[in-house]
């Protein structure tokens, strides 16, 4: 089985740009996480979705951070406009079941750069 | 509100010698706790989880950990380490109510051979 997929695994950007980054569940997964990655703050969720409905996105930081899931196989995180302080890692995860006691399956990340 | 604590972000242990990372949490309600795995420039991956069954939860690669209420700690251990155990590794809390997972802060194991 085809794990969690990511892409792009890294992006160099400058500030302003649109940077949009994608992810793939593993089949039958039916809630979909994205989070952020620094050395800063650690990790941290941004938002999460159960069967392709955004569930909680009060990690979203602000409004420039947009995410959506428009069906089960396919989800998109977007920053508009992007800013050096957004350089992190950016991971998704899949897990089968909302709940708790679910494993999280965790993507490769994709490593975004703002210059 | 739950949180966990993961004591010492870096840790260095000598091929062969025992593994122990630290971790405590703190929850209103009786936790789901795990941990996790990190190897350079990937994702993270589930070593083992606790939910409420034994207390004693065995994972892979020769990890395990035992759930302490009295104490609230969660701690990692492996009786002999090996050079591909280094990583980063980190503990995570869920409430039950919730599908949020809450991770410390990352412990930084490295083995020196």
């Known amino acids: 089985d085809a794990g969690v997929i990511q892409s792009p695994r890294h992006e160099v950007t400058e500030m302003g740009q649109e940077v949009t980054l994608r992810c793939k569940p593993i089949s039958g997964h039916n809630s979909l996480f994205w989070y952020r990655q620094t050395m800063m703050r650690g990790l941290e969720l941004l938002i999460y979705?159960?069967?392709?409905?955004?569930?909680?996105d009060s990690g979203m930081p602000e409004d420039r951070f947009s995410a959506k899931m428009p069906n089960a196989s396919f989800s998109t995180l977007k920053i508009q406009p992007s800013e050096p302080r957004d350089s992190a890692v950016y991971f998704c995860?899949?897990?089968?079941?909302?709940?708790?006691?679910?494993?999280?399956?965790f993507g490769p990340g994709t490593r975004l750069t703002v210059l | 509100a739950q949180s966990v604590t993961q004591l010492g972000s870096h840790v260095s242990v000598s091929e062969g010698a025992l593994v122990l990372l630290r971790c405590n949490y703190s929850s209103s309600v009786p936790p789901y706790l795990f941990w996790y795995v990190q190897y350079p420039n990937q994702g993270l991956q589930l070593l083992l989880k606790y939910t409420s069954a034994a207390t004693l939860v065995k994972g892979i690669n020769g990890f395990e950990a035992e759930f302490k209420k009295s104490e609230t700690s969660f701690h990692l251990t492996k009786p002999s380490a090996h050079m591909r155990d280094a990583a980063e590794y980190f503990c995570?809390?869920?409430?039950?109510?919730?599908?949020?997972?809450?991770f410390g802060t990352g412990t930084l194991l490295a083995v020196q051979p």
């Open positions: 995860a899949s897990s089968l079941t909302s709940g708790p006691y679910n494993e999280q399956f």
């Open positions: 979705f159960n069967n392709n409905v955004p569930i909680d």
């Open positions: 995570a809390v869920n409430a039950r109510a919730t599908n949020k997972l809450i």
